[in-house]
């Protein structure tokens, strides 16, 4: 059974840094790409980035470029988000997934063959 377990998340001031990490049972790891979703009180779950199997190449919302990065450890089957400069509107559940389609594609929650259960980021301003 393909499990994704997220970690990290908490309450933190505006201007304030996490990390979120995502551990995946996935036997292939390796051969998946990996985003990070989120989703606001009210609102549709939004696309944060996502990363491609050997994490060469990334995409970011432009809401957080220059403040978050994404990145994986194949060898720990691990995804990571780290997030600098947090601002109230960051508030929201996030979410890891993965998904064997690549580039654009991974844009899209759709594309994702796998979820975990989410972890709670809330910005105090």
């Known amino acids: 059974q393909v499990q994704l377990v997220e970690s990290g998340g908490g309450l933190v001031q505006a201007g304030g840094s996490l990390r979120l990490s995502c551990a995946a049972s996935l036997r292939t790891f390796s051969n998946y790409a990996m985003g990070w979703f989120r989703q606001a009180p009210g609102k549709e779950r939004e696309f944060v980035a996502s990363?491609?199997?050997?994490?060469?190449?990334?995409y970011s919302a432009d809401s957080v470029k220059g403040r978050f990065t994404i990145s994986r450890n194949n060898a720990v089957n691990t995804v990571y988000l780290q997030m600098n400069s947090l601002k109230p509107e960051d508030t929201a559940v996030y979410y890891c997934?993965?998904?064997?389609?690549?580039?654009?594609?991974?844009?899209?929650?759709?594309?994702?063959?796998?979820w975990g259960q989410g972890t709670q980021v809330t910005v105090s301003s």
């Open positions: 990363i491609s199997w050997n994490g060469g190449s990334t």
């Open positions: 997934a993965a998904t064997v389609a690549w580039g654009t594609a991974t844009l899209a929650k759709g594309s994702y063959d796998y």
